[in-house]
């Protein structure tokens, strides 16, 4: 009962963004304090070996443990987790030992699904904020003010990279209010694919204005973002647990509860492609 009362916290917090994020960071870590013993996780995502230390097994995605004693093999390692009330928990070691862990829950992303960015500082705050985009089947898309962003042959964003030394100047893709990065697009030079791992991790949003004759840089000059491709297999694998987990909640609920999942230890992904995505998986 007192974990079903700290996910009900959660899920308010979710639908409400008023709610004091710290209290409610307070309240879960209390609730994880006194009811831990007590926990059956489901594993979401490992980084490195973690075993079970009462049967030496080695945790992967989809395995399910009672709380107890993990052993780590670095300190780098960690687990993300599920409880019983689909509340999301990163595990990693609480010292040099590897033996002891902290579990710390995952809070919501603050921007919510649908926020349309209609300002030059909202911009520049969310890029802050995310500054890590995930593609999720090849392609990344926000939704832009037409005011403050107009898109069209004279006004567009622009994508600044290096390639195997040289600088890159990509104008990105978009349709009528909505910025698009496409993968297929963006790595191509001369209107020839090029190899994603042979550009540098930073790349650099611009956004031009014939009219202007100027670049602006986003969210500031010299501030880079990044552009995260993941393994599309294993991300799906990991979205669907937390959408079985979630089943019994309303669609908008699961939906933040990924999204923050993503954002959390991927990238930030755009609504459009999230909603693809889960309902893609949720067919299955």
Not at 42 to 57: A, D
Not at 128 to 147: A, C, P, Q, R, V
């Amino acid at each position: 009962m007192v974990i079903n009362a700290f996910m009900s916290i959660y899920i308010y917090s979710i639908m409400n963004t008023k709610f004091n994020s710290s209290l409610l960071i307070g309240f879960l870590l209390l609730g994880a304090n006194l009811s831990v013993s007590a926990q059956t996780y489901t594993v979401v995502k490992p980084k490195g070996k973690i075993t079970l230390k009462s049967g030496k097994r080695q945790l992967r995605t989809g395995d399910t443990f009672k709380a107890g004693p993990l052993k780590f093999s670095t300190p780098k390692d960690f687990l993300v987790v599920l409880d019983e009330t689909a509340a999301t928990f990163l595990l990693y070691p609480a010292d040099s030992s590897l033996k002891k862990y902290v579990v710390k829950p995952l809070p919501p992303v603050g921007l919510k699904p649908g926020d349309i960015i209609l300002t030059d500082l909202q911009l520049r705050e969310f890029l802050k904020e995310n500054d890590s985009l995930l593609l999720l089947n090849g392609t990344y898309s926000l939704i832009l003010g037409k005011t403050e962003f107009p898109m069209n042959k004279d006004s567009f964003f622009y994508m600044k990279y290096i390639w195997k030394g040289d600088t890159v100047l990509k104008k990105l893709d978009y349709r009528e209010d909505t910025l698009i990065i496409n993968s297929e697009t963006l790595y191509q030079v001369y209107e020839h694919p090029i190899d994603p791992l042979e550009v540098s991790a930073q790349y650099y949003l611009r956004y031009y204005t014939a009219a202007k004759k100027e670049s602006v840089a986003y969210p500031e000059k010299m501030r880079p973002i990044y552009i995260i491709r993941p393994d599309e297999t294993a991300l799906a694998e990991e979205v669907n647990i937390l959408l079985q987990a979630t089943k019994a909640q309303p669609m908008k609920v699961r939906t933040l509860v990924v999204r923050s999942y993503l954002s959390a230890f991927y990238g930030m992904p755009g609504d459009w492609e999230l909603d693809q995505l889960i309902k893609k998986l949720s067919r299955r």
